[in-house]
């Protein structure tokens, strides 16, 4: 299955894109693909644990697998305002 | 549509009380010079547009469900900004102050803690530092 990836703020800035299409194993969850991005992109290592995450605009735990065609994001610390 | 490219036009979001209200709350923050300590010349803004569009709205109907009678608008900048413009915008109306001035705090509070949107401090030598603090 296919899912695009979004990167924002300092993570857009480590990941050196904004975003990217990603070839993933079906079971795939949240908290897996974090862990296969982390990996590859030393700066989020500075995380203990996973960010907030967001799947197809909306907050997600990191249990929920992925499904072909989903909008994923990681979001650094939030700072509207 | 809650995020704007455009300056913050204060007057015009303002708008009418309803005929029921006796309380309006305006809360608006704007860029600060500097930031514990560090000079800043401007605020550049990214959000995460269409899932802060919906966090907004979430925020909205939030602090609406609880504090009854509050009607509650937002609007949030995105783009560069020098210091002293408005960053972000809320305004509460109620029948009574107490409401007004709950309801506004809260809906900036949760802004804060919920909505995808990210600011980078613009130092004067150019460089720039993403916030990523409970400081923000």
Same mark, same amino acid.
């Given at each position: 299955?296919?899912?695009?990836?979004?990167?924002?703020?300092? =993570?857009?800035? &480590?990941?050196?894109?904004?975003?990217?299409? %990603?070839?993933?194993?079906?079971?795939? %969850?949240?908290?897996?693909?974090?862990?296969?991005?982390?990996?590859?992109?030393? &700066?989020? @290592?500075? =995380?203990?644990?996973?960010? *907030?995450?967001?799947?197809?605009?909306? #907050?997600?735990?990191? /249990?929920?697998?992925?499904?072909?065609?989903?909008?994923?994001?990681?979001?650094?610390?939030? !700072?509207?305002? | 549509? #809650?995020?704007?490219?455009?300056?913050?036009?204060? !007057? &015009? =979001?303002?708008? !009418?009380?309803?005929?029921?209200?006796?309380?309006?709350?305006?809360?608006?923050?704007?860029?600060?010079?500097?930031?514990?300590? %560090?000079? @800043?010349?401007?605020?550049? #803004?990214?959000?995460? +547009?269409?899932?802060? +569009?919906?966090?907004?709205?979430?925020?909205?109907?939030?602090?609406?469900?609880?504090?009854?009678?509050?009607?509650? $608008?937002?609007? /949030?900048?995105?783009?560069?900004?020098?210091?002293?413009?408005?960053?972000?915008?809320?305004?509460?109306?109620?029948?009574?102050?107490?409401?007004? =001035?709950?309801?506004?705090?809260? &809906?900036? +509070?949760?802004?804060? +803690?919920?909505?995808?949107?990210?600011? $980078?401090?613009? %130092? *004067?030598?150019?460089?720039?530092?993403?916030?990523?603090?409970?400081?923000?």
């Amino acid at each position: 299955m296919r899912v695009r990836v979004l990167y924002f703020a300092s =993570f857009r800035d &480590a990941a050196g894109r904004p975003e990217e299409d %990603r070839e993933l194993p079906p079971g795939t %969850r949240v908290l897996d693909l974090w862990e296969i991005l982390s990996r590859e992109i030393p &700066a989020f @290592t500075r =995380f203990p644990t996973m960010p *907030p995450a967001a799947v197809n605009r909306l #907050y997600q735990p990191g /249990h929920v697998p992925l499904e072909d065609g989903d909008e994923v994001a990681y979001l650094p610390p939030v !700072a509207g305002g | 549509m #809650y995020l704007t490219d455009r300056p913050i036009d204060l !007057a &015009a =979001f303002f708008g !009418a009380p309803r005929p029921s209200d006796g309380a309006v709350c305006l809360f608006v923050g704007v860029v600060r010079n500097e930031s514990e300590g %560090r000079e @800043t010349v401007a605020i550049e #803004y990214q959000a995460y +547009e269409a899932m802060a +569009e919906s966090e907004l709205a979430h925020v909205v109907a939030s602090v609406s469900q609880e504090w009854p009678g509050a009607s509650v $608008r937002i609007t /949030h900048r995105l783009g560069r900004l020098s210091v002293g413009e408005p960053s972000v915008a809320i305004l509460v109306t109620a029948p009574h102050r107490d409401t007004a =001035f709950a309801a506004c705090r809260l &809906a900036i +509070e949760w802004l804060k +803690e919920y909505v995808p949107i990210w600011k $980078r401090e613009i %130092r *004067p030598d150019g460089s720039g530092e993403w916030v990523e603090s409970t400081r923000a």
